[in-house]
């Protein structure tokens, strides 16, 4: 894998397909930036939370085009893709079979049957779901408040409760009113009163027995309507799949061989930290179990030529990036965004340097970003940056507009913030280039979110029409044609352009070049890269965002300074 810039983007981030982002990676402007491009999930036929739940993996056909592909890959553009391996859209052939032939489905077992998974270490409820003993619950990770767990219907009415670690919805198809008479046998005028009087209870969130019928219905008809309404219940969710049957792993062979199709050569791992599910374990993380999946997932994706790189959002302390740079594997630098705020704003390289030094000692090969789909994270700088200071990080921020994401409901523990960078920074473009700047000198692959090299700020109408997960529609508002054209002529894109090339271009960086990093000052760093007998060198002043760059391109000199 190279070591150049990389793009990062929904297929509809920039102009409104993958075509158009083709269109803009040819423009002379964009040509040389790049040399890989991660397009997010909504680019496969997916439905909830922005991409991240798959029904397959076929191209969205509103979207995107195999002939989008072949002109990224044309540019030389390595792909990198998403590959979710905990979960499966509720909407997904598999799920949808089990729906419709219920005990009969050859899926039956795909996905993770709760009661079957706790059978004999719970107590049954009345609700249909076994609530498992304390001691099994104690140490296990959870990702929203109460048990995981997606109730379904199968064809013989029996309700059985499936595993569903992220996000669900419940929904039941309204009956108007000549739906109704026919079945409850009642008149229209019954009907029509009861066809408003369900669509407003549904509306306001009461299951179907738990509407007020009482003075239409005999207990005989509204035990008819709640069947009725209950056969006409539908979901959307992310169904935790099954890793002990054998046709969970054969469709992760069909996944590979499809992202291997498309031209990808670097598949991101989602929520592959959940996949391992044990009675009384974490289940997330458990060792050594994790780690036996995602080498076997790893022997998979080399005879396909693809490089894996999991995903996993942990607290520095923890030294989960450190496992996985020992087994081999790629990380995600998640500590690099607060770092560089931390360090902008307080005026002080330490903590960054220190990092930094860590990376080249331990030869840690990543991924680095400022911004990204998701928040700004916060729980990983835990262990390397004092409590205090990561609190006053976060307060910060959201006095310019932020919004808190905090662990499965818990006040008093943090995890992200959702903000654009350019906002987090106070929506200073000499904040923003020296942060870039300071980005494309660290160890790793920089991967660039669209919205930060635009220099998007925090978009609060989109979180008020985003819903439950509005919060992260912050930072992914879609650019238009015309919104495109406006930045470009910005002087903050033409600069980070201009810096993108050069880490592009020169020669002096790489997984194995050799770096120096040093702290004259407290607000002051040096940091040098050399390869290969070429040399790029960044003096940066924190205090005053006022920098220097000079690299080696072989037949140039790139030099480019902020006074």
Same mark, same amino acid.
């Given at each position: 894998?190279?070591?150049?810039?990389?793009?990062?983007?929904?297929?509809?981030?920039?102009?409104?397909?993958?075509?158009?982002?083709?269109?803009?990676?040819?423009?002379?402007?964009? $040509?040389? !930036?790049? @040399?890989?491009?991660?397009?997010?999930?909504?680019?496969?036929? #997916? &439905? +909830?939370?922005?991409? %991240?739940?798959?029904?397959?993996?076929?191209?969205?056909? $509103?979207? !995107?085009? @195999?002939?989008?592909?072949?002109?990224?890959?044309?540019?030389? #553009? &390595? +792909?990198?893709?998403? %590959?979710?391996?905990?979960?499966?859209?509720?909407?997904?052939?598999?799920?949808?079979?089990?729906?419709?032939?219920?005990?009969?489905?050859?899926?039956? &077992?795909?996905?993770?049957?709760?009661?079957?998974?706790?059978?004999?270490?719970?107590?049954?409820?009345?609700?249909?779901?076994?609530?498992?003993?304390?001691?099994?619950?104690?140490?296990?990770?959870?990702?929203?408040?109460?048990?995981?767990?997606?109730?379904?219907?199968?064809?013989?009415?029996?309700?059985?409760?499936?595993?569903?670690?992220?996000?669900?919805?419940?929904?039941?198809?309204?009956?108007?009113?000549?739906?109704?008479?026919?079945?409850?046998?009642?008149?229209?005028?019954?009907?029509?009163?009861?066809?408003?009087?369900?669509?407003?209870?549904?509306?306001?969130?009461?299951?179907?027995?738990?509407?007020?019928?009482?003075?239409?219905?005999?207990?005989?008809?509204?035990?008819?309507?709640?069947?009725?309404?209950?056969?006409?219940?539908?979901?959307?969710?992310?169904?935790?799949?099954?890793?002990?049957?054998?046709?969970?792993?054969?469709?992760?062979?069909?996944?590979?061989?499809?992202?291997?199709?498309?031209?990808?050569?670097?598949?991101?791992?989602?929520?592959?930290?959940?996949?391992?599910?044990?009675?009384?374990?974490?289940?997330?993380?458990?060792?050594?179990?994790?780690?036996?999946?995602?080498?076997?997932?790893?022997?998979?994706?080399?005879?396909?030529?693809?490089?894996?790189?999991?995903?996993?959002?942990?607290?520095?302390?923890?030294?989960?990036?450190?496992?996985?740079?020992?087994?081999?594997?790629?990380?995600?630098?998640?500590?690099?965004?607060?770092?560089?705020?931390?360090?902008?704003?307080?005026?002080?390289?330490?903590?960054?340097?220190?990092?930094?030094?860590?990376?080249?000692?331990?030869?840690?090969?990543?991924?680095?970003?400022?911004?990204?789909?998701?928040?700004?994270?916060?729980?990983?700088?835990?262990?390397?940056?004092?409590?205090?200071?990561?609190?006053?990080?976060?307060?910060?921020?959201?006095r310019r507009g932020g919004l808190i994401k905090n662990l499965h409901g818990k006040k008093n523990m943090y995890y992200q913030v959702n903000a654009t960078y350019f906002s987090a920074l106070g929506a200073d473009e000499r904040k923003l280039l020296l942060a870039r700047a300071l980005q494309l000198f660290m160890p790793g692959k920089p991967q660039v979110w669209y919205l930060d090299l635009f220099a998007g700020e925090n978009n609060r109408e989109a979180v008020a029409a985003g819903g439950d997960a509005g919060h992260k529609e912050i930072n992914r508002t879609n650019l238009t044609a015309d919104a495109l054209e406006a930045g470009l002529r910005k002087q903050v894109v033409k600069d980070q352009l201009k810096l993108l090339k050069m880490r592009s271009a020169c020669g002096a960086f790489g997984f194995d070049a050799e770096m120096t990093a040093e702290q004259p000052a407290p607000d002051r760093l040096e940091i040098t890269w050399r390869n290969g007998g070429r040399e790029a060198s960044l003096t940066a002043d924190l205090r005053t965002c006022a920098f220097r760059i000079r690299a080696d391109l072989g037949n140039d000199v790139f030099c480019f300074?902020?006074?």
């Amino acid at each position: 894998m190279n070591s150049g810039p990389m793009l990062n983007a929904y297929p509809d981030s920039l102009g409104g397909k993958l075509g158009d982002i083709a269109d803009l990676l040819e423009r002379p402007e964009m $040509r040389g !930036a790049f @040399s890989s491009f991660y397009i997010l999930p909504s680019v496969f036929h #997916t &439905d +909830l939370d922005r991409g %991240f739940s798959v029904i397959s993996y076929d191209l969205n056909e $509103r979207l !995107a085009k @195999s002939a989008d592909l072949d002109r990224l890959r044309a540019l030389k #553009t &390595d +792909l990198k893709l998403d %590959f979710i391996l905990n979960h499966l859209s509720v909407l997904s052939p598999q799920f949808q079979d089990i729906l419709e032939k219920g005990e009969d489905s050859a899926y039956r &077992d795909f996905f993770i049957d709760w009661n079957r998974f706790w059978e004999g270490r719970g107590e049954m409820t009345e609700a249909g779901w076994i609530q498992p003993d304390e001691a099994c619950l104690r140490d296990m990770f959870f990702r929203k408040p109460g048990l995981p767990i997606l109730m379904v219907r199968f064809p013989d009415g029996k309700e059985v409760p499936y595993w569903n670690t992220f996000y669900q919805e419940v929904h039941y198809d309204l009956p108007d009113t000549q739906d109704l008479m026919r079945a409850l046998g009642i008149q229209y005028g019954t009907a029509e009163t009861l066809a408003k009087r369900v669509a407003s209870g549904l509306g306001e969130g009461k299951k179907p027995a738990e509407l007020e019928t009482e003075d239409l219905l005999s207990a005989e008809k509204r035990e008819k309507l709640t069947e009725t309404l209950e056969s006409r219940r539908k979901y959307l969710g992310q169904m935790d799949v099954n890793i002990r049957s054998p046709l969970v792993w054969q469709y992760y062979e069909e996944v590979l061989d499809k992202l291997a199709g498309y031209g990808a050569s670097i598949v991101r791992l989602d929520a592959f930290g959940y996949a391992s599910k044990i009675p009384g374990r974490r289940n997330f993380m458990n060792d050594p179990e994790t780690w036996e999946v995602l080498e076997r997932v790893h022997r998979m994706a080399e005879e396909r030529n693809l490089t894996l790189l999991p995903e996993i959002h942990a607290a520095y302390s923890e030294k989960s990036y450190r496992e996985l740079a020992n087994r081999g594997y790629m990380t995600y630098d998640f500590f690099l965004p607060g770092l560089l705020i931390d360090a902008i704003e307080n005026h002080d390289a330490g903590y960054l340097i220190r990092w930094a030094r860590e990376q080249q000692r331990d030869r840690i090969r990543c991924v680095n970003m400022l911004g990204c789909h998701d928040g700004i994270p916060m729980l990983d700088l835990k262990g390397l940056v004092p409590d205090d200071r990561i609190q006053a990080l976060i307060d910060l921020i959201v006095r310019r507009g932020g919004l808190i994401k905090n662990l499965h409901g818990k006040k008093n523990m943090y995890y992200q913030v959702n903000a654009t960078y350019f906002s987090a920074l106070g929506a200073d473009e000499r904040k923003l280039l020296l942060a870039r700047a300071l980005q494309l000198f660290m160890p790793g692959k920089p991967q660039v979110w669209y919205l930060d090299l635009f220099a998007g700020e925090n978009n609060r109408e989109a979180v008020a029409a985003g819903g439950d997960a509005g919060h992260k529609e912050i930072n992914r508002t879609n650019l238009t044609a015309d919104a495109l054209e406006a930045g470009l002529r910005k002087q903050v894109v033409k600069d980070q352009l201009k810096l993108l090339k050069m880490r592009s271009a020169c020669g002096a960086f790489g997984f194995d070049a050799e770096m120096t990093a040093e702290q004259p000052a407290p607000d002051r760093l040096e940091i040098t890269w050399r390869n290969g007998g070429r040399e790029a060198s960044l003096t940066a002043d924190l205090r005053t965002c006022a920098f220097r760059i000079r690299a080696d391109l072989g037949n140039d000199v790139f030099c480019f300074e902020q006074n």
